[in-house]
């Protein structure tokens, strides 16, 4: 089995962002990676997004809304629970929250998780309109709340996420982690290009898991991130692809040929996330 922990389909919404309203753009962005592009992200096509899901052995994705500003797009929690109808049992939902809007934020967390089908909470602050760093005091309301209800956190800090790189600074995420030591914080894009850092913050706490996703092909600091999975954060380090730009075949195949321990893969394929999203499936 294989859960890919950040994949956004050509599907309702994810057809206004920059992913595909400019697929040029994500070709180039999956050949600074060593890919090209999947026939599914250059023809738009769900259908065809399923077939490859298929072809890869990839059973589920996990799909998050997004609140961005207006270059990236953004992606409404309607259209995750809609999308989730649309091809059941293919897709794990997540929240996309704008935490500068607290009363917003914590009232579609009620409605899409806590009374809803969603499995999680996403927040990318350092994309918002009004860049926030994620210690923003004026989020620490969405972490409490999810904290709370034993809601995992799907903090995107790393890559491009936000005007520089300081955005992605692996002490916030261990200030947030020391603060909040019973919320389960994903850190996606793997808090790259802080590589050595972010691994050094998940150890040090226990309620951090780190998903790389595409910084993960053929980027720079791979190796340490291997290393971490087999050793220190098996137990807490996921995989993704962040489709459109990793194409999921060729993104499994790369996977599974790096140098990982053969019983640390099911843990990094699916077993740490169905623990870390709490998830009704089998372990075995």
Sequence with gaps: MIIDFRLRPPARGFLNLSLFRDVQRSARMSRCFGMEQAPSTTQRSPELLLQEMDAAGIDCGVVPGRRAHAFLGNVSNEDICAILQDYPNRFIGVAGIDPSDKYKAVDEIDRFVVNG????????????????????????????????????????AGGGNGPDAGYSAP?????????????????THGGYPWVTEILFVAYRRPNVY?????????QPGWQDYVTAANFALQDRFLFGTAYPFIPLEAGVEHFKKLPFKPEVLPKVLYQNAVRALKLDIPLD
């Design 210 to 218: 780190i998903c790389p996703d595409m910084y993960l092909f053929n």
């Design 171 to 187: 002490m916030i995420i261990d200030q947030i982690a020391a603060d909040f030591p019973k919320l389960t914080i994903i850190n």
């Design 117 to 156: 089908p969603l499995k999680g909470v996403g927040i990318e602050p350092g994309l918002l309109p009004v860049p926030m760093y994620p210690n923003d005091r004026r989020i620490y309301p969405i972490y409490e709340k999810c904290e709370a209800e034993g809601i995992p956190l799907l903090l995107m």
